[in-house]
């Protein structure tokens, strides 16, 4: 993970002050790259500990087409309804989104986050209709999960492998705009697949170790299930920030020695990208420092 530590350093040497939407101002560098080797090892941040299961059942999330917190709730403890010794819902990284002021009043329910990105990735809506047999009307969706394991399958050497969760005409139906907004997939000539993924807003301290780890995932459970091996991860970035209040935080972690990559372990018998748990997906050998606590803009 040197390369996730030295983007950390070049915001701070080379970033500019800018506001921001969230009110707490950003250190902010624009348009960089950085890629990972996933046949060596698993690109898990190890200067502060990864929240992996958060990884993981935001991921299982995405990929049924959920957009409930609930559901996230459910995967990540077992129980929809899991609460505290105090009563309160326990946490998921999508509660402050779903409970924010702008947000709850557009939710149809409570949990409700919208259109955000496993319902574009399975339920993307198109204008078209189709009449069921008991003769009403339902609208035509686009699963583009299915479409993208299909081409994968099917044409390897297809250059329209992508995913995508930038709706511009359902934006204003989510808790929050997709961040990373646009993933493309490569089969190379030893059947090794890779996954280059745009990112338009980055938290580099608290995001972006999360968005290394789910995208290095995803790409190993559809290299799975497509019969692929694995061969790199590229994040490209566009707004690449530090946020004001978490700079303190930055300087503690780049002042520690990285540790070894841990490795991934995925279930081999499962061959439906659906139906991964969390008991199928394990990281092995992880060794991290303490936790780095900061909060999250909102």
Same mark, same amino acid.
């Given at each position: 993970?040197?390369?996730?530590?030295?983007?950390?350093?070049?915001?701070?040497?080379?970033?500019? %002050?800018?506001?921001?939407?969230?009110?707490?101002?950003?250190?902010?560098?624009?348009?960089?790259?950085?890629?990972?080797?996933?046949?060596?090892?698993?690109?898990?941040?190890?200067?502060?500990?990864?929240?992996?299961?958060?990884?993981?059942?935001?991921?299982?999330?995405?990929?049924?087409?959920?957009?409930? %917190?609930?559901?996230?709730?459910?995967?990540?403890?077992?129980?929809? %309804?899991?609460?505290?010794?105090?009563?309160?819902?326990?946490?998921?990284?999508?509660?402050?989104?779903?409970?924010?002021?702008?947000?709850?009043?557009?939710?149809?329910?409570?949990?409700?986050?919208?259109?955000?990105?496993?319902?574009?990735?399975?339920?993307?809506?198109?204008?078209?209709?189709?009449?069921?047999?008991?003769?009403?009307? %339902?609208?035509?969706?686009?699963?583009?999960?299915?479409?993208?394991?299909?081409?994968?399958?099917?044409?390897?050497?297809?250059?329209?492998?992508?995913?995508?969760?930038?709706?511009?005409?359902?934006?204003?139906?989510?808790?929050?705009?997709?961040?990373?907004?646009?993933?493309?997939?490569?089969?190379?000539?030893?059947?090794?697949?890779?996954?280059?993924?745009?990112?338009?807003?980055?938290?580099?301290?608290?995001?972006?170790?999360?968005?290394?780890?789910?995208?290095?995932?995803?790409?190993?459970?559809?290299?799975?299930?497509?019969?692929?091996?694995?061969?790199?991860?590229?994040?490209?970035?566009?707004?690449?920030?530090?946020?004001?209040?978490?700079?303190?935080?930055?300087?503690?972690?780049?002042?520690?020695?990285?540790?070894?990559?841990?490795?991934?372990?995925?279930?081999?018998?499962?061959?439906?990208?659906?139906?991964?748990?969390?008991?199928?997906?394990?990281?092995?050998?992880?060794?991290?420092?303490?936790?780095?606590?900061?909060?999250?803009?909102?």
């Amino acid at each position: 993970m040197k390369q996730y530590l030295e983007l950390l350093k070049d915001i701070l040497d080379n970033g500019e %002050e800018k506001d921001d939407r969230t009110g707490t101002g950003t250190i902010s560098v624009f348009g960089r790259s950085i890629r990972f080797d996933l046949r060596r090892s698993f690109p898990a941040v190890t200067t502060k500990k990864l929240a992996w299961k958060a990884v993981v059942s935001e991921l299982l999330w995405f990929l049924e087409g959920s957009g409930d %917190e609930g559901r996230l709730r459910e995967i990540l403890y077992g129980d929809r %309804e899991a609460k505290t010794d105090k009563g309160i819902y326990k946490k998921t990284i999508w509660s402050d989104n779903a409970n924010s002021p702008y947000w709850r009043p557009n939710a149809k329910y409570p949990g409700d986050l919208g259109q955000v990105y496993g319902v574009q990735w399975r339920h993307w809506r198109t204008d078209q209709y189709r009449w069921t047999h008991s003769d009403t009307k %339902e609208p035509v969706e686009i699963d583009q999960l299915t479409n993208l394991i299909d081409g994968l399958k099917t044409d390897p050497n297809g250059r329209r492998h992508i995913l995508t969760a930038w709706n511009p005409g359902e934006l204003d139906q989510m808790a929050l705009p997709p961040c990373h907004v646009m993933s493309q997939f490569y089969v190379n000539r030893n059947r090794e697949l890779s996954c280059h993924m745009y990112q338009r807003s980055v938290d580099v301290f608290l995001g972006l170790p999360f968005n290394i780890a789910s995208y290095a995932l995803l790409t190993h459970l559809l290299a799975q299930v497509c019969g692929l091996g694995v061969r790199e991860l590229i994040i490209s970035t566009g707004d690449t920030h530090i946020y004001k209040n978490h700079v303190e935080q930055v300087k503690e972690q780049l002042s520690r020695t990285p540790l070894p990559l841990p490795t991934i372990f995925t279930n081999p018998p499962v061959s439906d990208i659906a139906k991964f748990t969390m008991d199928d997906i394990h990281l092995m050998d992880y060794q991290s420092y303490d936790t780095i606590k900061a909060e999250m803009a909102v």
